[in-house]
């Protein structure tokens, strides 16, 4: 592809946050959302239109609804979308639901799985959780993003 398909993440979502926001926010606060009713981690690949110098999801799927204490949650994005024309497949987002009741999640931010998932795939990837391993929905309506993986598309 293109060189500018293989830009840092950092670019296109730190530096250029104002444009992810444009772009991809309401759909992202919408998983949010979904996440926190149904206890499931929803995700979605990003894609990069070339000609349009924007971002936009690529189709949202759900995990199941986390009941095990013990098993945790995981979402399956299925496989990387093929580029196509002027179309590039340029990260991938997903979010972490708050632990079931009587539960206390281990960590926040990327999971081994996720760091596994971002290194097979060769794609940077962004994750919504929480801050602490006990915040709910509720005490933040808008969890904090954290990026992980490569930090350009690496193929």
């Not at 309506?141 to 598309?153: D, E």
Request: net charge neutral.
């Amino acid at each position: 592809p293109p060189r500018s398909t293989l830009f840092p993440y950092t670019t296109l979502f730190r530096s250029d946050y104002h444009q992810m926001s444009l772009d991809l926010a309401p759909w992202e606060e919408y998983l949010w959302d979904l996440t926190c009713m149904y206890r499931a981690e929803q995700g979605c690949f990003i894609l990069w239109d070339e000609r349009t110098k924007k971002s936009f999801h690529g189709t949202a799927v759900s995990g199941a609804v986390w009941t095990d204490c013990h098993a945790g949650a995981e979402v399956n994005l299925g496989t990387v979308p093929l580029d196509s024309n002027h179309i590039y497949t340029v990260g991938f987002f997903h979010t972490h639901p708050p632990a079931p009741p009587r539960c206390v999640k281990t960590k926040v931010g990327p999971s081994d799985r996720d760091l596994k998932i971002a290194r097979e795939i060769k794609l940077p990837g962004i994750v919504r959780d929480a801050s602490t391993t006990r915040a709910k929905c509720a005490d933040e309506p808008q969890g904090p993003y954290y990026f992980f993986g490569p930090s350009v598309r690496n193929y």
